[in-house]
């Protein structure tokens, strides 16, 4: 089973910007898609991002035109750039995958890390 750890974000100021990392403990070629979720406090989890195996990439409207997420198969590593950061993008971020053998589809969550956007 992969397990996925992240690295990054923090706090920043409105109109800043915060980098997030996403490893996988094993490859990641394959893996059938990867994304990142947030969760605002008092919110539902969210998708805001995700991008598949072959390149697709979809965004939220939320964060259309400011979020990237890209993916590096080399290191087994997808990554989040968040610019203009807004204090309602504030939220704990989750990057996720999802890999689909036959019928069955198995979802891994990262451990989840606050972004906070203050002035």
């Known amino acids: 089973q992969v397990q996925l750890v992240e690295s990054g974000g923090g706090l920043v100021q409105p109109g800043g910007s915060l980098r997030l990392s996403c490893a996988a403990s094993?490859?990641?070629?394959?893996?059938?898609?990867m994304g990142w979720y947030r969760q605002a406090s008092g919110k539902q989890r969210e998708l805001v991002a995700s991008?598949?195996?072959?390149?697709?990439?979809n965004y939220a409207d939320s964060v259309q035109g400011r979020f990237t997420i890209t993916k590096d198969n080399d290191k087994n590593t997808q990554y989040r750039q968040l610019n203009s950061l807004q204090p309602e993008d504030t939220a704990v971020y989750y990057c996720?995958?999802?890999?689909?053998?036959?019928?069955?589809?198995?979802?891994?969550w990262g451990q989840g890390t606050q972004d906070n956007v203050s002035s």
């Open positions: 996720n995958s999802i890999l689909i053998v036959g019928s069955s589809r198995f979802s891994r």
């Open positions: 094993r490859s990641i070629f394959g893996i059938s898609s």
């Open positions: 991008i598949t195996s072959g390149g697709t990439i």
